[in-house]
């Protein structure tokens, strides 16, 4: 049976789209998948949704699906993408107008069922706990109403849609790694209870998920011979039936494919490497087995895999107040103990002037922004720079803004040799309640429809 080649899109929102782009051009991919979504997007989108009803999915999709479109006709690429945030089916339509205007003809798909605000009270009566399951805190600590509330789907309507000849599969919050093991169900006819290969493509989704990052960016090694990173090829798999996976990317883009690159994207944001889980099936990391083949081609094998949980993990989020920030930056000599009592003065002014302040973080970058209380003090008594940044989180705006006031009159009125960064506007802040909740009631509103062109 002829392998499936699956090439890596966008890995978060605001990704690179060039070198999407540039990774597919003259490469002849089966499928492009794209992950555009993070608890992070998600408050940013319902933000937009409140601005405008039919907005809430990600902008980036339509600007991706454009540029991508006319360079992988000749190979026939269809595309996947959890673009469609809160708003599936209105992005699927934005989608369609702006590809008629384009003069291109797609069939597209749009994956709904993943929003269960709408359900949460019905839930609960059902006996979902909805707990936090992070710190396990009741439902009814939740101080405000839930702007979003999202579950991670799997594969399977994703496989349905391909299976109605979609072109283009738009869905809401859709776990990363199922975007790509939903292809490859698809040609190769897997069964749902074949957990090792399930657990195979399940490697390969979480391998390409966060695009450049398994080609040599982020990486931990020897970053500093990395080729050409402002051309950096995002990977591309090309998956054999049983399930064993060549990880590269275009010939002649920056960056690289390594044993040290796969195995440390393998283990980015896992819990538990013996248990991976998604809604599809759960994964055995330790019992995958990676070879270098030759130069950008890592051969990934060996997956043992297991049954999906029976729940389904759902994010919700909260309105929690706004949050203001900004920065001082002090130069050699004492640029550390400047930047400390410019932090001094401004403790005192906000504990007499501020009252009602939720949280108040201040650190030191140039010191220890990055590495917090593991900095070494000694390491900063020579400074040639170094920076105070005060960041602020209130329950009212007009109060965030009056914070930021405190800032410019420390520039005559503080420590010497000062550079003032002026602050961005207040934003508003959204807490994230993770829950967990059983599959069958919400699975059983997944819909699958398709747009012709």
Known sequence: MKPVVLGAGLGFYGDSIAHVKRSAQNNRLDYLCSDHLGELTLSILQRDRRADPTSGYAKDM???????????????????CNGGGLNPRGA???????????GFAARIAFVEGDDVLPHLDVLRRGGESLANTDTGANFSAVPQPFGFANAYL?????????????????????ADASLFLAPLVHEFGWDWQDHDRLASGLAVGHLLECSGQVSGGNLSGDWWQLSD?????????????????????????????????????????????????????????????LRALGPDQVEVSGAIGGPPPGTLKVVAGYRAGYAVSG????????????????????????????????????????????????????????LNECFMRVAVRTADMAQARRVAQHLPWMMV?????????????????????????QRAPIESRISVEVLEP
């Open 62 to 80: 339509v600007a991706l699906l454009l540029a991508a479109w006319p360079v992988t006709r000749e190979a026939g690429t269809r595309f996947i």
């Open 92 to 102: 699927a339509i934005a989608l369609r107008q702006a590809m008629r205007a384009r």
């Open 154 to 174: 799997g594969a399977r309507p994703l496989v349905q849609a391909l299976q109605m000849g979609a072109d283009i599969v738009v869905t809401g919050r859709v």
């Open 229 to 289: 990173l402002s051309d950096i090829g995002y990977p591309i798999a090309t998956v054999r039936s049983t399930g064993d996976a060549v990880i590269g990317k275009a010939p002649g883009s920056g960056g690289r494919v390594s044993v040290d690159s796969v195995r440390q994207q393998l283990l980015y944001e896992v819990h538990d490497p013996r248990a991976y889980l998604s809604p599809d099936v759960s994964l055995d990391m330790t019992s995958l087995r």
């Open 327 to 382: 920065m001082l930056g002090y130069s050699w000599p004492d640029a550390l103990r400047k930047a400390q009592a410019a932090a001094d003065i401004l403790r005192q002014t906000l504990a007499r002037e501020e009252a009602g302040l939720e949280e108040v973080h201040i650190s030191f970058p140039g010191f220890n922004a990055l590495h917090g209380v593991l900095a070494d003090p000694a390491q900063g008594r020579d």
């Open 413 to 437: 009125g503080g420590p010497p040799d000062v550079v003032y960064i002026p602050p961005s506007p207040p934003r508003e802040l959204t807490a994230i309640w993770p829950m967990r909740i």
